[in-house]
């Protein structure tokens, strides 16, 4: 079983920065992509940014520029840094995390969600 826990959401104002993570833990073997969703209120899960081990980043249209999402290997982590926050930033932000366990199944397993409201 891998578990995936996000922090660092919170109340912030526009034009202000916030930074989450996500932590990986339990049967990884290895990981082969991470990401960052948002959800807002009546509003379907969106995609946010994603990045590929060992590849390439992608970022929705409307945080280009402004987020940049990385990671920390040794520590199976991968971060957002949001920064000119705006209001339709706000949402409950996810992370998704996608490899193989030591059995050598793959998983694709998501965090509890952080809350993140910026206010105008």
């Known amino acids: 079983q891998v578990h995936v826990v996000e922090s660092g959401g919170g109340l912030v104002q526009a034009g202000g920065s916030l930074r989450l993570s996500c932590a990986a833990s339990?049967?990884?073997?290895?990981?082969?992509?991470l990401g960052w969703y948002r959800q807002a209120p009546g509003k379907q899960r969106d995609l946010v940014a994603t990045i590929i081990i060992g590849g390439s980043t992608n970022y929705a249209d409307s945080v280009t520029g402004r987020f940049t999402i990385s990671t920390d290997n040794t520590k199976n982590t991968v971060y957002l840094q949001m920064n000119s926050l705006k209001p339709e930033d706000t949402a409950v932000y996810y992370c998704?995390?996608?490899?193989?366990?030591?059995?050598?199944?793959?998983?694709?397993?998501w965090g509890q969600g952080t809350q993140v409201t910026v206010s105008s």
């Open positions: 339990g049967n990884i073997f290895s990981i082969n992509a």
């Open positions: 998704n995390v996608r490899g193989r366990t030591r059995w050598g199944n793959e998983y694709d397993d």
